[in-house]
């Protein structure tokens, strides 16, 4: 089984304002996945390296180490993926709601996962895993992964994800937490239309490229009338990595 951490960056508000009162105009919305052997060796890093810090703040107000680059060096050393949809707000119909952005970008996001497991994993499912934010979204979020998993959408069934994602509160989930911290670099990369951004360019190697083609298949930008599809990304090789 393969567990993805969902988490997103932005806001839901799905307006992006006017020429003369611009708002933000990106909400991300993130995966990235670890195959089961791989969680309990990451949990007890994670947790080393805070219990670490803790002693050294609470001794001298000193750490020695940094969290963040621990997190990202996670990224190599469990052989992670990482998957996100990207919508931009000015694209979006007027009338667009906060529940159909975030239904639209987590239906995307779906897909990115039942790709990559198609072409990586078939023989596995895949769990979501999700920030715990408030029931009346969490119902909302489990109504409508239900609906996809049971008639599909007009691009594809789902039958390596599933049945009902699991929620849990981000401070409590060191899988969260990383979803978290690479959303906000996705986000900042497509925000400022900046893909040379050092972070992004740090995780760009992780996302999911397609193991036939080697093309760069786990971000997903939308509307397709976005100008932001056509940011040179420019990976460097690499390709997903086995259990």
């Not at 304002?17 to 995966?31: C, E, Q, S, W």
């Not at 009346?136 to 994602?165: C, D, S």
């Not at 986000?187 to 900046?194: I, M």
């Not at 040379?196 to 996302?207: M, N």
């Amino acid at each position: 089984m393969y567990f993805f951490y969902v988490d997103e960056s932005g806001n839901r508000d799905p307006s992006s304002g006017t020429a003369f009162r611009p708002k933000d105009h990106i909400y991300v919305l993130l995966a990235v996945g670890l195959y089961e052997r791989q969680w309990r060796p990451f949990e007890l890093e994670i947790s080393r390296l805070k219990l670490e810090l803790a002693h050294y703040l609470h001794r001298d107000g000193n750490p020695r180490f940094g969290l963040v680059d621990a997190y990202y060096d996670q990224l190599n050393t469990r052989n992670a993926v990482i998957l996100a949809s990207i919508i931009d707000k000015r694209e979006l119909r007027s009338d667009t709601t906060h529940d159909v952005m975030h239904r639209w970008a987590y239906e995307l996001l779906l897909e990115r996962i039942e790709h990559y497991m198609r072409q990586y994993h078939h023989r596995h499912q895949a769990l979501i895993v999700m920030d715990d934010t408030n029931t009346q979204l969490n119902q909302f979020i489990a109504m409508e992964h239900a609906a996809l998993l049971r008639r599909g959408n007009p691009n594809m069934l789902f039958p390596h994800i599933v049945e009902y994602p699991f929620f849990t509160r981000s401070e409590l989930s060191n899988g969260v937490q990383l979803a978290d911290l690479l959303a906000y670099n996705v986000y900042r990369a497509f925000r400022d239309e900046d893909v040379d951004y050092p972070y992004f360019r740090t995780i760009l190697p992780k996302v999911y490229r397609r193991r036939d083609t080697g093309t760069l298949a786990g971000l997903k930008v939308w509307p397709e009338t976005s100008p932001l599809v056509d940011l040179p990304l420019r990976p460097p090789p690499y390709e997903c990595e086995g259990e």
